[in-house]
Nanobody, 122 residues
Framework: VQLRESGPGLVKPSQTLSLTCTVS??????????WSWIRQSPGKGLQWIGY???????RYSPSLKSRTSMSRDTSNNQFSLQLSSVTPEGTAVYYC???????????????WGQGTQVTVSS
């Protein structure tokens, strides 16, 4: 399975950040997987943004929920992230990843994209 992020590398404050993850080697609608977005800001740890599940159900981080939307294009085996009203604090490397539940409740990410740098600046 391979994942690849794509989208603009520069977004202006207050605009919407839009990224797409293209998946190859496996379908986003089969298996019990959670297709996720994760970011890492400079000098900080990984932050989970949310997922769109194999079923199409979405779940978002409570801290970003009001500004987050995820969707999918099953014909092209892609899923997308939209994050509205971005601020410079949204500058980060954004990753897409495949999540799988282990031990009944813990999420493990077994495949990752290479990450894409997004800078929020005017």
């Amino acid at each position: 399975v391979q994942l690849r992020e794509s989208g603009p590398g520069l977004v202006k404050p207050s605009q919407t950040l839009s990224l797409t993850c293209t998946v190859s080697g496996g379908s986003i609608t089969t298996g019990i997987y959670y297709w996720s977005w994760i970011r890492q800001s400079p000098g900080k740890g990984l932050q989970w943004i949310g997922y769109i599940a194999y079923s199409g159900v979405t779940r978002y981080s409570p801290s970003l929920k009001s500004r987050t939307s995820m969707s999918r294009d099953t014909s092209n085996n892609q899923f997308s992230l939209q994050l509205s009203s971005v601020t410079p604090e949204g500058t980060a490397v954004y990753y897409c990843a495949r999540g799988v539940i282990v031990a009944g409740f813990e999420t493990k990410y077994d495949y990752w994209g290479q990450g894409t740098q997004v800078t929020v600046s005017s």
